[in-house]
């Protein structure tokens, strides 16, 4: 590649022919190369750029509608011959309840009842399964006045922290910060003029309560929608960065963004760019992502690609499904890109002609009986003597089957031999173990 000896700030104005572009520097201030490559190639090019002492950081631009987004930075690492992300997105941190969002507060957990607001019953017993299950954060559907007795039931009930979901009635704010909700979702655009949202904010202010402006594609103001002709990315973060002017203007700053979509591609591009845009804590999500396999695959690539890129602080999965298997999927999701520590992370083989048990029920029994188990290791089910214990090494725990049989392996090392129908307890007691 030719080397390049333009100033950064000119390339990032005046560069517009892809979507995705690497810039890498031997300092901030001067670009040694532009490469318009797979982050894989880009590594290999400022490895030996990097032998050279040329290069040790790079900047990979979005490009949206000819205007470049610095989007993530990367440093090269020697030991490790890659390019590695530099860093979290540095975000305002915001209190909700007894939890934060935004700055280097863990990613929390966020999910949503789908019983009915005036079944006070089923609401709390619902909000105390998602407790249970790991859930951070609930949020619950406040559409009038008689929902508002919800918040201080499930306030009683959980420990977690309550959002209150509202929509266009500005009063249900005020009433449900009055009940002592943690957080409050609502668009300040919609529930009509200045002192409505003036209320909202000092009825906020006054109690700490944070405010989530929350925008998807079907929510976009009319007048956005004639300027973009759809809801694009670039529309939705236009919504939203309007809503939330609304809040500024009467000084309020402890706020939640979130622009949910259902195509992965237009969520992904609007959380990039608002995350260029702004510092406010962003909420991620795929909304009406579909039923639980569809929905998980959809959360796991939008939200899994902004939380690669150090974009996000907060996460809810959508799924039509219950609210509980939103839980165990962002969990999963979380722990699968390595953020989440703690819990099981589970490894199984795909199975192959040398499998002589039934793994895949036992695999499936294993993980449903480890779903609620905080441990963090590593356990592996894997179908074969011959490959198992050495594909799964890294395991601390595991078992590899035989003819009709199975061994449980830890760390790599044979612990016994077990006949099939003994693998699981023999595998969790050993489980239990440690
Ligand atoms: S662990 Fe054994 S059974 Fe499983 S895929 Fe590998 S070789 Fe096949």
């Not at 490790?80 to 863990?106: C, Q, T, W």
């Not at 103001?221 to 919504?239: D, H, M």
């Amino acid at each position: 590649m030719k080397k390049q000896t333009h100033k950064k700030q000119d390339l990032l104005t005046n560069r517009t022919n892809s979507r995705l572009c690497f810039y890498a520097f031997s300092s901030l201030d001067s670009v040694l190369s532009v490469c318009e490559y797979s982050e894989h190639t880009l590594g290999e090019k400022l490895a030996k750029k990097n032998r050279e002492n040329l290069v040790n950081q790079a900047l990979m631009c979005y490009n949206y509608n000819n205007i470049l987004y610095p989007v993530k930075a990367y440093w090269f690492d020697e030991t490790k011959g890659r390019l590695l992300l530099m860093e979290r997105r540095k975000s305002r941190k915001v209190k909700v309840g007894n939890l934060y969002i935004g700055g280097d507060a863990p990613i929390t957990i966020q999910s949503m009842l789908n019983t009915p607001s005036t079944d006070i019953e089923g609401s709390v017993a619902q909000a105390k399964a998602l407790e249970a299950a790991g859930c951070e954060i609930i949020r619950a559907a406040v559409p009038d006045m008689p929902a508002v007795r919800l918040i201080a039931a499930l306030k009683e009930a959980v420990s977690v922290p309550i959002v209150a979901d509202i929509h266009f009635d500005y009063k249900l704010a005020l009433e449900s910060a009055a009940a002592g909700v943690d957080k409050i979702r609502i668009n300040p655009g919609n529930i009509g003029d200045e002192s409505r949202v003036k209320a909202v904010v000092e009825a906020c202010r006054q109690r700490n309560i944070p405010i989530r402006v929350g925008v998807n594609s079907g929510s976009v103001e009319k007048s956005i929608l004639a300027k973009y002709g759809a809801p694009t990315a670039e529309a939705l973060v236009e919504s939203a960065l309007y809503h939330v002017s609304l809040l500024e203007k009467f000084d309020f700053y402890d706020t939640v963004i979130s622009m949910k979509s259902s195509t992965v591609q237009t969520m992904v591009e609007s959380y990039r760019l608002a995350a260029e845009r702004c510092d406010y804590p962003l909420h991620l999500g795929v909304t009406e992502a579909g039923t639980e396999r569809m929905g998980l695959i959809k959360s796991a690539a939008g939200l899994g690609s902004l939380l690669m890129d150090g974009i996000g602080d907060t996460v809810r999965v959508s799924l039509t499904a219950d609210p509980v298997r939103e839980v165990y999927a962002a969990k999963d999701i979380l722990r699968g890109l390595d953020i989440r520590k703690g819990g099981i992370q589970f490894v199984s083989c795909p199975t192959c002609g040398r499998t002589r048990i039934n793994l895949i029920q036992l695999a499936e029994d294993v993980q449903e009986a480890l779903k609620d188990v905080n441990k963090d290791i590593k356990v592996a089910v894997m179908g074969c003597v011959v490959n198992g214990p050495g594909e799964a090494r890294e395991a601390d725990i595991g078992v590899a089957g035989g003819v009709g049989c199975g061994l449980i392996f830890k760390k790599g090392e044979v612990l016994r031999k077990v006949p099939e129908e003994e693998l699981l307890t023999e595998l969790l007691k050993e489980i239990e173990k440690l």
